[in-house]
């Protein structure tokens, strides 16, 4: 079959990812493009069908790494290119593999031949085809950390460094950069958001004659790719041009002082972190100048750089989701435009005013006190609070009568009480799996990972990785005179080298067991136990770990969340938690042990963390606490790591929560030793404890 390109001009609506991809086409200097959706919207569609529309390049011939001919890279590994011959090729798309490895990633060098042959031999990577092209990162999101900061910090300097046990290779790497993602399938840390320049929510459109045209295309292009193709030619060949016009008219384009100044004032007023997304939004703003065919900057263009390079970095916690205020942008725009406007008009030239047109007191004008900048209509006029209500007081005072007129007990274990909202989070103790695992890299349990400290030497396991010197050394010393060695290099053999085990932190699964039944269900504990779940949820978020939860009440157990990366299903899954009802603990610790045994077999390399939210009662069918201790049991059988977050409250306690701990053969934490500026005395207790007599003394010392 021949592989043609779906057309880009042939793709219905998405116009936001239109503009994006199009503006980094002009500019790849603008940064890359993230592209945030559901499955099945045709991302990956609209970024493949991008590079067919961008100029071919001049190449080196020979050159593996697609050096410009009239600008060629002077640390060129295959260099130098004196004087060069050229060839004439379309511009690249090449695709990362989501289980992409850093050596594919940057190249590889052969350390054999480089230590027995005195060579260095270097095969390019995936960084190297895409110099000058366009990278596409399909799922960016699910892979690792280190190899998303590599690739974000080559697209940043525009070159690519090798560095491996004193061998140094580095080479031009500019390109294109754009990633797709599924938010349902977890998001990108802050930091790494942050350094792609753009970002564009779609979704699906909800109009059935789209939807329908949308269908009717993609019928016609697989019936028939060439000829489908063939309709789309002319709009294609258009799109192109007008693609190198703008890229010819850029340099040209002029980024005025008023359109900076709004620039700077909105990233200001949105209070994004850092100055990237000023250098961001007017690179974007210059590159839409160009692409209308302008030689300035307008403020629709400030707006619309706004729109594409500010909502992903307004995320103050990973439960925040991407957006912006146009109504707040718009405000900010005006109010900028006039501060450019107010002081010609007067005459005074630079002087005390200049730095503060809107803020002199003495000239008593609307723009020192009026609406725009927050003065007296506000605060006092009728609307600050509806039905005669004043601050925050009001609200609350209007939901007390609807509240069970004895809130401190929990309701009837039949009735279903209404969500509560969790409490604020806070950052909690951190919980490890015991041992060295083989996991995917992240920031809980002790690893065997590609990064980390070395701990030791060991043959190769298939190809050489991180090459041990001095083992390899040692290995190779004692036979150097049976090799007939006689020149100052070493005699070498496949069987002498050693390769690096270096031990760093992995990700684990961790699987929450809630229990949402009527014993829990008081407001005042709900709340509590809803924000300790939540600081739970965020520190799986920050340590990478995927996170799954079940529910128990009335007569069963739920799965509200299969084991997935998206740490913000779970807290919204968590928010609309409804509570009431028996207390089937039994079910609940049966559905997780059939849970993790299905994920053993799913990804058998991460290990599991059961966290189980209970106060430890068990009153759900005949047996239910014998129940209950024998599901218990089945876990500390499989050694499977376990807490349980102690939620008993009130002047009697019988301590069944921390029963079950011990049953699971795990650690019971109770709701305020979960906090981890309460855990450093709880730390000291555990490890004077081991002491043995010299623990109390250590304790009354600390203290």
């Not at 045709?42 to 529309?53: P, W």
């Not at 009735?415 to 969790?422: L, N």
């Not at 070493?490 to 085990?501: G, N, P, T, Y």
């Not at 555990?686 to 010392?701: E, I, P, Q, V």
């Amino acid at each position: 079959m021949t592989d043609v390109r779906y057309p880009f001009t042939a793709i219905v609506g998405m116009a936001d990812l239109r503009l994006g991809l199009l503006l980094n086409a002009v500019s790849p200097a603008v940064g890359g493009v993230l592209v945030r959706g559901e499955k099945g919207t045709a991302k990956s569609t609209m970024v493949r069908a991008l590079a067919g529309l961008l100029p071919s390049i001049a190449t080196v011939d020979g050159c593996r790494f697609a050096c410009d001919p009239g600008a060629p890279d002077p640390q060129c590994p295959d260099g130098p290119h004196a004087p060069p011959s050229s060839t004439e090729r379309p511009s690249q798309l090449v695709e990362l593999p989501v289980g992409v490895a850093e050596d594919r990633i940057v190249g590889s060098l052969d350390l054999e031949r480089a230590l027995a042959e005195g060579v260095k031999a270097y095969e390019p990577g995936l960084l190297a085809r895409a110099h000058r092209g366009v990278l596409y990162i399909d799922e960016v999101n699910l892979l690792q950390d280190h190899v998303v900061d590599l690739l974000l910090d080559a697209a940043a300097m525009g070159r690519s460094y090798v560095e491996r046990e004193g061998v140094s290779v580095r080479h031009a790497a500019r390109f294109l950069l754009v990633g797709t993602m599924n938010p349902e399938e977890g998001e990108l840390r802050p930091q790494l958001l942050d350094r792609f320049g753009l970002t564009v929510e779609i979704a699906a459109t909800r109009d059935p004659a789209e939807r329908a045209e949308v269908v009717r295309r993609r019928l016609a292009y697989d019936t028939d790719p060439a000829g489908f193709a063939a309709r789309f030619a002319e709009d294609e060949r258009a799109l192109a041009e007008r693609i190198t016009a703008a890229r010819e008219l850029l340099p040209e384009v002029e980024l005025t002082d008023v359109a900076l100044r709004q620039i700077t004032a909105v990233c200001a007023a949105f209070e994004v972190d850092g100055l990237r997304a000023d250098i961001v939004m007017a690179r974007t703003a210059v590159a839409l100048a160009a692409w209308d065919g302008r030689t300035e900057v307008l403020e629709e263009d400030v707006r619309t750089a706004a729109r594409l390079a500010l909502p992903h970095r307004r995320r103050r916690n990973p439960f925040d989701a991407p957006g912006l205020d146009e109504e707040q942008l718009d405000r900010t725009l005006e109010e900028h435009a006039q501060q450019q406007d107010d002081p010609e008009p007067e005459g005074d030239g630079p002087g005390p005013d200049g730095d503060g047109p809107d803020g002199g007191p003495e000239d008593g004008g609307p723009d020192g006190d009026g609406p725009d900048g927050g003065g007296a209509p506000e605060p006092s006029g009728p609307e600050g609070g509806l039905d005669g209500r004043e601050g925050p007081d009001g609200p609350e005072a209007a939901e007390e009568p609807a509240q069970p007129p004895v809130p401190a007990q929990p309701p009837s274990p039949a009735r279903e009480s209404a969500p509560v909202a969790a409490g604020d989070p806070y950052r909690t103790q951190l919980f490890t799996v015991k041992g060295t695992g083989h996991g995917a890299q992240g920031r809980r349990s002790p690893a065997e990972t590609t990064g980390g400290h070395t701990i030791r030497a060991r043959r190769p396991q298939g190809a050489l990785g991180r090459l041990h010197l001095t083992a390899t050394l040692q290995a190779a010393a004692p036979h150097q005179a049976a090799r007939g060695r006689t020149g100052r290099a070493l005699v070498l053999k496949k069987d002498d080298f050693r390769e690096q085990v270096r031990q760093g932190r992995e990700s684990n699964l961790v699987l929450f067991v809630v229990d949402a039944s009527g014993s829990m269900a008081a407001r005042q504990r709900m709340t509590a136990v809803k924000g300790a779940v939540l600081s739970l949820l965020m520190d799986a978020y920050q340590r990478r770990d995927k996170i799954g939860m079940i529910t128990f009440r009335g007569t069963g157990a739920e799965l509200a969340l299969p084991p997935t990366s998206s740490v913000e299903v779970g807290a919204a899954r968590l928010e609309s938690l409804p509570t009431g009802g028996r207390t089937p603990l039994a079910a609940g610790l049966l559905r997780a042990h059939e849970v993790l045994r299905v994920e053993r077999l799913r990804d058998p390399s991460r290990r599991p963390l059961l966290v189980v939210v209970t106060d430890g009662r068990a009153t759900g069918g005949q047996d239910a606490l014998a129940r209950s201790r024998r599901a218990a049991a089945l876990f500390a059988a499989q050694g499977t790591a376990s807490v349980v977050l102690d939620c008993e409250s009130g002047p009697v306690r019988l301590g069944l929560a921390r029963t079950l701990a011990g049953l699971l053969g795990g650690t019971a934490v109770s709701l305020d030793e979960l906090r981890a500026e309460g855990v450093a005395s709880l730390v000291r207790e555990n490890r004077t404890g081991n002491r043995g007599a010299t623990s109390t003394a250590s304790m009354r010392k600390a203290a």
